[in-house]
């Protein structure tokens, strides 16, 4: 009997994708700076009142918001920055409470989360080389790798990837 082919953990649906996660999260930030700009521009317009005000004074008054497009709205911004937030907590546990914790906190933020995207590989090892020391290509590709494993570790737990296999310990594939 021939043996399946294992799957990579970026084969397998049973894995949260980190990398995605980490090259989207420009693109949220971004996209919630946004939102919160235009949110606020229109209830000042609109309203000639800040969000913060408009919405105490409808909480005050028992105004019922739900379903409305401003409620759709708070909900959307408030998701994608509960998303950013528990991406920054993660890393910042990572870096306070990893053995290489410093070093993998560098990759990352130069790597996925600076404001500007770094124009390539080249450039990301050049802002690294004050914080990791005789760093080259191949050293950058290996901690990007670990750092990306140890992160995903803190967001998923067990269904990481270095978990597995505690996880066949536990509990036996029939």
């Known amino acids: 009997m021939s043996r399946k082919h294992e799957l990579t953990p970026e084969e397998d649906r049973r894995y949260h994708d980190t990398w995605k996660l980490l090259k989207k999260y420009r693109d949220v930030v971004w996209s919630m700076e946004l939102s919160v700009h235009q949110l606020r521009s229109e209830f000042q ?19 019922d918001l739900s379903g409305t497009d401003i409620e759709q709205r708070a909900r959307s911004i408030e998701r994608s920055n509960k998303m950013v937030r528990l991406v920054r907590e993660a890393v910042d546990l990572l870096r306070q409470r990893h053995k290489y914790g410093e ?3 560098w990759v990352l933020y130069y790597t996925y989360l600076t404001p500007q995207q770094l124009d390539g590989i080249a450039d990301i090892i050049e802002q690294l080389r004050p914080h990791i020391r005789d760093i080259s290509r191949r050293t950058y590709f290996n901690k990007r790798q670990d750092a990306v ?19 066949d310990e536990m509990v036996p594939k029939e």
């Open 149 to 167: 494993e140890a992160l995903s570790s803190i967001l998923w737990g067990y269904s990481a990837k270095d978990s597995v296999a505690l996880l």
């Open 45 to 63: 317009s609109e309203y000639d009142s800040s969000i913060e005000d408009f919405l105490d004074t409808a909480y005050l008054a028992g105004a």
């Open 103 to 105: 070093a993998y906190y």
